[in-house]
């Protein structure tokens, strides 16, 4: 690319990473769309070119992506793994782009298509120098919930138990990423019928989360409520309402921000109570989320 050339595309590159930074996604998709075709003309004049127009490409791909735009963001995607097979183009940005395509799939709800490109990305990420192991962590995690939701399994929890192991090496036991693992991993044993694991993963998830986060964050809350899921299928109902009623003292500060959250806990909690037996409470705690949930809707409009 000469010289002015290139300058303005990285300009324009640089012009939408810092709209990005402001939240002014409108007009880093304005730009960046510019920064595209500023580049296209460039490549057409010499193969040399290629990669700025890739970085271009990747860069609108993620921006519409973040939109929700998915065919548009899929389109890019694909002219730049497309160009890419042209010019060399580090496997690190190969895996990249074939990880965006494949989390478009996922988003887009074709997991048949989201698989296998995030399973290349893993191998282009291993070809990296350095390998890129959280990258690798986060996609086998990505892999788990995907196969899970297929119902297979055995390659849900192989993935999961991957992505713990490059996790509590990378990052350290003590962390969000482990925890949520933990977590999936106990949504996991639940929906295959091994309550007893399930019970395990999610009490790990807690008891990292309680180290890591304040005792009202949303997650520990959810560690409480998939915990005491668990515990009631167990036959552990004294302990399985002790947690639902923990997750919705956190959840109850949040209703404003989380709405649905709190209303399916609560659900689940009354839904818990009657099963048990105790109307007068379940009937206490639907009419208590109503009216929060009620007085949060009014609030918002």
């Known amino acids: 690319m000469s010289t002015g050339q290139g300058n303005v595309v990285r300009v324009l590159l640089e012009r ?6 402001d939240k002014k996604t409108a007009d880093a998709l304005r730009v960046s769309n510019t920064a595209v075709e ?28 973040e939109a929700g735009d998915y065919p548009t963001a899929e389109g890019y995607y694909i002219e730049a793994l497309g160009w890419a097979e042209s010019c060399d183009v580090s496997p690190a940005q190969r895996g990249s782009l074939k990880s965006s395509l494949g989390g478009v799939y996922d988003l887009a709800g074709i997991p048949e298509s989201a ?19 959280t990258d690798i962590g986060n996609l086998r995690n990505n892999l788990g919930m995907l196969y899970k939701d297929a119902g297979n ?4 929890e192989e993935n999961y138990v991957k992505a713990l192991e490059i996790f509590e090496r990378c990052i350290g036991r003590e962390s969000e990423d482990v925890a949520a ?14 309550s007893a694991q399930a019970r395990e993963m999610h009490s790990q998830a807690l008891e990292i989360r309680l180290k890591v986060h304040d005792a009202m964050h949303p997650d520990v809350a959810q560690s409480y409520s998939n915990l005491a899921t668990v515990l009631h299928e167990l036959g552990e109902d004294e302990e399985a309402v002790h947690h639902y009623e923990t997750a919705l003292r956190i959840l109850e500060s949040r209703v404003s921000s989380d709405g649905d959250t709190y209303a399916i806990v609560s659900d689940n909690f009354v839904a818990l109570l009657r099963d048990l037996g105790r ?8 009419k208590r989320a109503h009216k929060l949930l009620r007085r949060s809707t009014v609030a918002a409009g």
């Open 38 to 65: 500023s580049a296209r003309r460039a490549a057409e004049q010499s193969e040399e070119n290629l990669p700025e127009l890739i970085t271009a490409l990747e860069v609108s791909g993620d921006l519409s992506r």
């Open 16 to 21: 939408v990473e810092n709209l990005r930074k």
């Open 115 to 133: 698989i296998p490109l995030m399973e290349e990305a893993i191998d282009l990420f291993r070809r990296a120098d350095p390998p890129m192991e």
């Open 181 to 194: 693992v933990y977590n999936n991993l106990g949504g996991l044993y639940y929906a295959a019928g091994y």
């Open 279 to 286: 109307e007068r409470k379940a009937q206490g705690v639907e």
């Open 153 to 156: 399994f055995d390659k849900g």
